[in-house]
């Protein structure tokens, strides 16, 4: 561990060490400390007429000093006679209001926002899909009790802190370095991390993803449980928990939602999706689209790439791919990527793609490509945060593109490929579909199948409509629901056309937080053979609950306090579940509660 030993004496010279590094801090009867290197400054001799005289010294850090667990102790040399006594331990963290912080790029866009970024315990996830976007509470917790340590000892069991304490600790002043470390650790794959990532939907052994709700018991209970892997966690969690641990550290840290994010495994920043002619999603790509995915931005300078690239900085603790060997990803700066400079350090073109990615989408049959199209606006349609000082959503999709939607420019290497089939799309036949409202479970799905006939005759069209249930971060399972229809079209006619998707076609035997829909239609053209598709994927919101604080605007500290939720049954049969509750700094730990068939459930909480 890092350690501070401060030795007193006539000469008011004192040491500090930590662990395998140490400075002589002198302790000066004048002067100011010093924003360059350790200081001790005597400011001034406390009266006693009783006992021993007092002093009073301020030990100050340099901005370039290691964040991390220190001991204090003090040396009084008196003539030939020296003596040492122990002052106990303090922790080190960034300092993101310190004006010479060397890698903290303190700038006055930030003043107002470190409230929000540093010192909020509470926070809000974003999840589902643009059209219907689901915010979720969650519960920071980096002020909680123990929280601080587990996190040092993080810092303590990463990889590089055990193979070489000594280049580790002179690192820790580097928030870049502090992000790959952190990056690393919070998932499991490569060392002691915190978490282990579950996709399978068979969480046996484990908690469901979906049930966190704070950072402190997943902290808690990896400590807790001698530093094993806890059970487990999905996109939003790795983020969450990463963003815990940054700010705890003091490094200004936000989460973020990137919807229709990119996974492209192969690097030509373009993702295939295959569909059979009934309008069916095949399973035929390494590459995909996940819904939605999530990760931090972290605040800092990046020194190691030069002017103009400071400020926020995408960390992702979900193990996608390796970076140097390790499941991790970044810091990469969002100015880099924005401004397409792909060889900026660190995975750079892989953050790129999450959010700029071409979609082709490609029609076979037997083997045989019927129809391709490519889509330059579906990847990172919104990259999404948190509002500072209220509970609303930011869209910062313009901070990563030029225009919501759009790249700067494409790539050189394949604007070719990219107008040739921009160019194949030019049909006959437009298809396109239309959500009437955001889906909610136990409703029904209404949307609108959209034809345009573009020729000056009439046609005769097959119409093929298909949905097929999904995970977030996975192409679909089988076919729920189906339609197939002759249609008639005019001359330069469009026809909308009305479909329902009734609640017992989609029903689950279990409740699915993230459930999510894959919605096609291929509309055939009789006489060319002539096929275009259109298609949509969005999620099915859960009901939402009603929460009303009594006497909200007139609540008095250590006073007990009346909550009262409602829960509207939108089923025709009856329902049962788990209230849990949580909130930090007003409970000290979860009020759980099991619910039968009732619609109100109160419950009473200390604030």
Not at 486 to 503: G, Q, R, S, Y
């Amino acid at each position: 561990a890092l350690t501070i030993f401060v030795l007193y004496s006539d000469t008011h010279s004192s040491l500090l060490s930590a662990g395998p590094v140490s400075v002589d801090v002198p302790v000066s009867r004048l002067g100011q400390p010093s924003l360059t290197q350790w200081s001790a400054v005597l400011e001034r001799r406390l009266p006693n007429l009783t006992g021993p005289r007092a002093l009073s010294v301020s030990l100050s850090s340099p901005a370039s000093a290691s964040i991390g667990v220190y001991t204090l102790q003090l040396r009084v040399e008196a003539h030939l006679n020296v003596k040492t006594h122990s002052l106990g331990q303090i922790t080190l963290l960034c300092n993101p209001w310190c004006q010479s912080e060397c890698c903290l790029c303190v700038h006055t866009q930030l003043n107002d926002l470190r409230t929000e970024y540093v010192r909020s315990d509470i926070g809000l996830l974003f999840k589902g899909s643009p059209g219907n976007m689901v915010s979720r509470p969650w519960s920071f917790d980096q002020f909680e009790k123990g929280i601080l340590d587990i996190c040092m000892k993080l810092l303590q069991l990463s990889p590089q802190h055990q193979t070489d304490m000594r280049k580790d600790l002179q690192n820790r002043s580097d928030p870049v370095y502090i992000g790959r470390v952190i990056s690393a650790m919070v998932n499991s794959n490569d060392d002691k991390g915190v978490l282990m990532g579950n996709w399978s939907g068979d969480y046996s052994g484990g908690v469901n993803p979906s049930q966190w709700s704070g950072s402190a018991d997943i902290l808690k209970k990896w400590a807790e449980s001698q530093f094993r892997p806890v059970k487990y966690g999905q996109c939003w969690v790795f983020a969450a928990v990463m963003c815990t641990v940054m700010r705890a550290l003091g490094i200004p840290t936000r989460v973020i939602t990137n919807f229709n994010s990119a996974h492209d495994t192969d690097g030509n920043m373009v993702i295939e999706e295959y569909y059979n002619e009934m309008g069916k999603k095949l399973s035929m790509s390494k590459d995909s689209i996940w819904n939605f995915h999530v990760w931090v931005e972290s605040w800092m300078k990046r020194p190691d790439l030069g002017q103009g690239y400071e400020g926020w900085q995408v960390l992702d603790a979900t193990p996608q791919e390796k970076s140097a060997g390790m499941f991790r990803c970044g810091p990469a700066a969002v100015k880099a990527i924005y401004q397409q400079k792909v060889e900026a350090q660190y995975d750079v073109p892989f953050v790129y793609a999450e959010v700029n990615a071409d979609v082709r989408t490609i029609i076979i049959k037997d083997k045989k490509v019927l129809s391709t199209s490519i889509d330059k606006k579906r990847v990172g349609a919104l990259i999404a945060t948190k509002r500072p000082g209220s509970m609303l959503m930011q869209d910062i999709t313009s901070e990563y593109k030029t225009e919501k939607g759009k790249r700067k420019s494409d790539c050189p290497d394949r604007h070719q490929t990219s107008r040739i089939h921009a160019n194949a799309g030019h049909h006959g036949i437009e298809v396109s579909l239309q959500l009437l409202k955001a889906p909610v479970v136990g409703e029904n799905i209404s949307f609108n199948v959209i034809i345009t006939n573009n020729m000056a005759a009439p046609k005769l069209l097959k119409k093929h409509v298909n949905a097929q249930n999904k995970e977030y971060n996975r192409n679909p399972t089988g076919t729920f629901w189906e339609a197939h229809d002759d249609v008639k079209i005019a001359p330069n006619e469009t026809l909308t056309i009305k479909h329902e998707i009734p609640f017992n076609a989609y029903m689950l035997k279990e409740a699915v937080e993230d459930y999510m829909v894959n919605l096609a239609v291929v509309i055939e053209d009789v006489e060319s053979q002539e096929r275009v598709l259109a298609s949509e994927e969005f999620n099915i919101r859960s009901p939402t609950l009603s929460v009303q604080i009594q006497n909200e605007f007139s609540v008095v500290i250590n006073t007990p306090q009346v909550a009262t939720v409602t829960f509207t049954n939108l089923f025709n049969v009856a329902v049962s579940g788990e209230l849990t509750v949580s909130g930090s700094g007003l409970l000290e730990e979860k009020a759980q509660m099991t619910c039968v068939k009732s619609d109100i459930l109160v419950f009473k909480a200390l604030f």
